[in-house]
Each structure stands twice: as structure tokens, then as C-alpha cells.
């Protein structure tokens, strides 16, 4: 489904990645864990079009996709959510996921007048926004600007826009942080029930592993922009080059 | 005595006009985020292509909908090299265009007139009589108005309009979902600059004269002042800081015939002015009607 081949991304003399090599398998959940300033969200800022690589490729379903825009990435079927979150401050929480909605005809201009038949495609959306913000206890926040969220609040509305815009894979940038512990495990089994039943694919970053071994099939570890181990999340978590990571950390 | 009632006349045909430059500022950066600080070339392009097909013997009609053509085309090729880069590139190109553009106008001659600029520009209606031509350009501007004001609201309320307000508050993220936001930019720099256009033509049309100098960019930051006070971003508020303005500029000038002050009643305008806007933005500094939350149709 999506391939990474050999990718580097400079920032000046800094090597932020360093060859990185994976692939995600069609429907599956994987994670991408990895201490502080490893590299993880660079990786997913230069699949998902924010920044060049400095080489290497992306390949999604077999296509070169490296040197894409967002806008573009997104129409393939690839969405991705920000580890810092990014809300439309000045839109409603309810705005914020209709907005994600795919190819609306109202937002053409030339069919801006043409009320009825954006109206009805407005309905739909409407309709599973409000599923999805019933999943993520945003219903009562539904009228609410984006803006007065907390900050778990607005982590629920990154990833609530995502599952709006009905993509073949999601990138998800550490989709729990900051949100309540119990909630966090009812969203883990929302994913790992959206892969086996939607054809959705993950790839998820968590910072702490521990929760996301249970819900992921696979995982990579990176490590100063290098993927220094992967496999499953059993083998991963009792690797000693991971926990040696991780302890360094500490 | 028939002076105060054509001078408030007078006073609605300029508040009009500038409520509809205040209306096509809005939806670029009350909007879309995007800050045109070059707002007088698009009134002037209208101006100046609107007095120029007019004086050639075509209708008003025609002046009107080629100035918003003209200018629209121009607002994207202007605003197109800049509009990928961060916003304080376009600002920076679109004031230079400005005056660039008013300083060719001024000293080429063949073009439309140089310093001296155009003259007997045909009204848009042909009245009998001062009083009655007066009432008809209140007409014809405040048709303008309200047809400009609805068709902008209407886009606020579509999807259209909800995506222009999301590129305004992340860029990034609405490219993300989707959204070609170059593109979307682009446009909505058209529809302001043909709505700015469109005032032009009805600033040509009713001063029947235009020149160089009625373009200087004190005109644009007026019409900043009219959107700060009213409300960034509220079309309602747009108009009523245009209201507002003008309807201070104007008693001033009142008052200098009424009253003897130690200073000119003008500067004291100006002076009265900047402590207004001051005001606005320590106490509302989202202005006096600030953005609401906007409910589809
Ligand atoms: N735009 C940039 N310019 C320069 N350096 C950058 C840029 N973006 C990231 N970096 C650097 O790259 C390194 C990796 O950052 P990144 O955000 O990818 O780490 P991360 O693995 O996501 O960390 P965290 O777990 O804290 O989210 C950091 O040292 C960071 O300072
Ligand atoms: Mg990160």
C-alpha cells in the first residue's frame, strides 16, 4: 500500500532522516514509534506532501507520490492528522469535519447557486459527521468554534476530520495524546475495527508503545532517522536495541 | 433650500460605493485571509475601463460588467506570483501595483488622458434635472450594493464560502483535506478585484471626471479603516464601517461652515478619525459588528 524507499530529509547540515526503508501493508494498523526527536513526524510531513525529501521515494499503491502536494496526496486517498492539531479556530467543530468532506459540489464556485444539489450532498455529510462526533464525544460540542477546544478535545477533531474524508490510508500523529486514557482504548478498537471492516490502512504514531501494541500488527522503531527495528509488536517490544532506545531516553 | 438634501444624497453615493469596496476587501481579507493592500488599482482598473468603454457611446451596463472583467483578470495576474507565497508577499505586490499603476496612467498620456484624465463620462441613468440625476445615482448604487451584498453573503453560506474561511485559519490543513488553496485564492482575489471594479465604474459614472489623483493610496487604507471599524470579516460590518467613515468625513465638513473651532474641522477629521479607530481597537478590536458564526442555507 504505501512503500518508503531509502528517504532523507535534510534541514540544513541536520540529517533528520537517514535512509528510511518500510512498507505498510494493505488494512492493517502499524505503528511508528520512537524517542523524542527521532524523526517521526518528519517522515510523515514528507509522505504527506509538506516537505521534499532530500531523496528517495514514496510510492502509494505502487506510484511514485515523493514531491506531491497535501491537496493532491489527499485526492489518492491519503490523509494525514498534526501532531500539534491544526483546527479552522473560526469554523464550528461541525464545519471543521464537513469541511474534510471528499469532492463537494458546493465548494465549486460556478455551482454555488445551484442550492439544491449541494444542499443534498451537505446532508450526507451532515449525517455522518454526526456519527463521527457521537464516536468521539463531540457531539455536544457540534456548534462550538474549533478554536475553544481543549486540547484532547481538539487531538478527537484531528482525527474525527480524518475519518471524515473516507481515505484508503491514514497517517495518524500520536491521535491520543492529551486524550482521556479511557476514550484512547475505545479509539484503538475504533481503528483496529475500521481496518478489518472499511478497507481503511493505519499508520499510527504513538509515543508511548505499550498502547499501541495491543491494536497494531506491525511496527517500525525509529531511531535518529533510521528504522532500527520492525516486526510484530511482541518482537518489537522485547527487542533489546528498543527498550535500550528507550531507556537511553530516560 | 435644496443644498442639504443633495449633499446627504451626495454623502449616500459615496458611503455606497465605498461600502462596496469595504464588501470586496472583506472577501479577500476579511474572508480568505488574504491582506490586498493595493486595493485602489482594482478601483481605478474599473474606474478608468468602465469610462473608457462608456465614452466610446456603449451602455452603462457594458461599462460596468467589462470594468469587473478587467479588473478581475488583472486581480489574478497581480495577485498570482505572490498568492503562493506567505501573505506579506502579496501584500507588499499588490501595494506596489498600485502605485505603479496610477503613475502610468498619470504620464501616458495615450492610454486615458495622462494628468488630465477623462472627462464627460456618461451617468449610468440620464435623468432631467440635478435633483432627479442625483436620486437616480442613489439608485443605481445602492442596486449595486445590495445585489453585491447578498451575492457575497450567499457565498459565505455555501460550502464555498466555508472553504475560503478555512484557508483563512490553517492553510496547511485545508490543503490537507483536499483543497487546492492556490486556486481557490486566486479566486477569491478575482471576485474582489471585480467587485472593487464594479465600485469604480460607479465612482466614473457619477463624478462624470476621473483623474490620476482621485487614486492615491490614501484610498485604500480608507477603505481598511471602513473594515476595521465595521467588523473583519462580518459583510454587514463591512458597509457600516463605510457608513461610518464617510458619515464622519462628511459632518466634519458640516461643521466647518456651522461652527468656528480653533482648528480646521478637516484635520479636526482626521484627528477625530485616528482616536475612532484607535478606540475600535483597544475596546472591539474585532470591530463594531464582529464575525459571526455563519449557518449554511
Ligand atoms: N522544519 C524543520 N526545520 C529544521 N529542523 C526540523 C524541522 N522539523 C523538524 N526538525 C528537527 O528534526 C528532528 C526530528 O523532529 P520530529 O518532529 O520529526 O521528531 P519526532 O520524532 O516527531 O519527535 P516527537 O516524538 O517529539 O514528536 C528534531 O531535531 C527537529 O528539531
Ligand atoms: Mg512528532
Known amino acids: 500500500m504505501l512503500k518508503v524507499v531509502d528517504l532523507h530529509k535534510d534541514f540544513g547540515g541536520l540529517k533528520v532522516l537517514d535512509g528510511v526503508d518500510l512498507e505498510v501493508e494493505r488494512n492493517q494498523v502499524v505503528g511508528l514509534i520512537g524517542p523524542n526527536g527521532s524523526g517521526k513526524t518528519t517522515l510523515f510531513n514528507v509522505i504527506a506532501g509538506v516537505y521534499k525529501p532530500t531523496s528517495g521515494e514514496v510510492l502509494l499503491d505502487g506510484e511514485r507520490v515523493d514531491g506531491l502536494k497535501p491537496d493532491q496526496l489527499y485526492r489518492k486517498g491519503l490523509v494525514r492528522t498534526f501532531q500539534i492539531p491544526r483546527p479552522f479556530r473560526k469554523l464550528t467543530v461541525l464545519d471543521n469535519l464537513l469541511l474534510a468532506g471528499r469532492e463537494q459540489i458546493g465548494e465549486r464556485f460556478l455551482n454555488v447557486f445551484r442550492l439544491i444539489k449541494w444542499k443534498m450532498q451537505e446532508k450526507e455529510l451532515l449525517e455522518k459527521a454526526e456519527e463521527i462526533m457521537d464516536l468521539l464525544n463531540l457531539s455536544h460540542l457540534s456548534d462550538e468554534y474549533a478554536g475553544n477546544l481543549s486540547g484532547g478535545q481538539l487531538k478527537l477533531l484531528e482525527l474525527g476530520r480524518a475519518l471524515m474524508s473516507d481515505p484508503k490510508i491514514m497517517l495518524l500523529d500520536e491521535p491520543a495524546g492529551g486524550v482521556n486514557p479511557t476514550l484512547a482504548i475505545r479509539l484503538f478498537g475504533k481503528i483496529r475495527e475500521l481496518a478489518e471492516t472499511r478497507n481503511l490502512t493505519f499508520f499510527i504514531i504513538e509515543h508511548r508503545m505499550e498502547t499501541l501494541m495491543n491494536y497494531s500488527d506491525y511496527m517500525f522503531v525509529l531511531y535518529r532517522g533510521k528504522i532500527i527495528v520492525e516486526g510484530e509488536p511482541k518482537k518489537v517490544m522485547d527487542d533489546e536495541r528498543v527498550i535500550e532506545v528507550y531507556l537511553g531516553e530516560l | ?297
Not at chain 2, 507565497?85 to 506596489?96: G, K, S
Not at chain 2, 499603476?101 to 501616458?108: P, Y
Not at chain 2, 457565498?155 to 485545508?174: F, H, N, Q
Not at chain 2, 489623483?213 to 463591512?238: E, Q, R
Request: glycine share 12%.
Open chain 2, 1 to 297: 433650500m435644496a443644498f442639504p438634501i443633495g449633499y446627504l444624497l451626495d454623502t449616500l453615493v459615496f458611503a455606497g460605493i465605498f461600502g462596496i469596496l469595504s464588501l470586496s476587501l472583506n472577501i479577500e481579507f476579511g474572508h480568505t485571509g488574504l491582506p490586498n493592500f493595493g486595493k485602489v488599482a482594482f478601483f481605478m482598473i474599473g474606474a478608468y475601463t468602465s469610462a473608457l468603454i462608456t465614452l466610446s457611446g456603449k451602455p452603462f451596463i457594458a461599462g460596468i460588467t467589462g470594468a469587473m472583467i478587467v479588473s478581475g483578470i488583472c486581480g489574478v495576474l497581480i495577485s498570482l506570483p505572490a498568492i503562493r507565497l506567505r501573505e506579506d508577499y502579496l501584500a507588499i505586490t499588490t501595494l506596489a501595483f498600485g502605485e505603479i499603476l496610477r503613475l502610468i496612467l498619470k504620464n501616458e498620456e495615450w492610454i486615458a488622458g495622462g494628468v488630465l484624465g477623462l472627462k464627460g463620462i456618461p451617468e449610468a441613468l440620464s435623468l432631467k434635472g440635478v435633483q432627479a440625476t442625483l436620486y437616480g445615482h442613489v439608485v443605481v448604487v445602492y442596486i449595486s450594493l445590495a445585489i453585491f451584498f447578498i451575492f457575497l453573503r450567499f457565498l459565505e453560506k455555501s460550502p464555498y464560502g466555508r472553504l475560503l474561511k478555512a484557508i483563512r485559519e490553517d492553510e496547511l490543513a485545508a490543503q490537507s483535506f483536499g483543497k487546492n488553496t492556490v486556486f481557490y485564492k486566486a479566486q477569491s482575489f478575482a471576485i474582489g478585484s471585480a467587485v472593487a471594479g464594479a465600485a469604480g465604474s460607479l465612482y466614473a459614472q457619477y463624478l462624470s471626471y476621473i483623474g490620476p489623483d482621485l487614486f492615491m493610496p490614501i484610498v485604500t487604507f480608507t477603505v481598511w479603516a471602513m473594515l476595521i471599524i465595521g467588523g473583519i470579516g462580518n459583510y454587514k460590518g463591512a458597509i457600516l464601517g463605510s457608513f461610518i467613515y464617510i458619515g464622519f468625513e462628511r459632518g466634519a465638513r458640516i461643521m466647518k461652515d456651522y461652527l468656528h473651532l480653533p482648528v480646521d474641522p478637516n484635520n479636526l477629521m482626521f484627528i477625530i478619525f485616528g482616536l475612532l479607530l484607535i478606540v475600535v481597537l483597544l475596546f472591539r478590536p474585532e470591530g463594531v459588528l464582529k464575525e459571526e458564526k455563519v449557518k449554511l442555507l
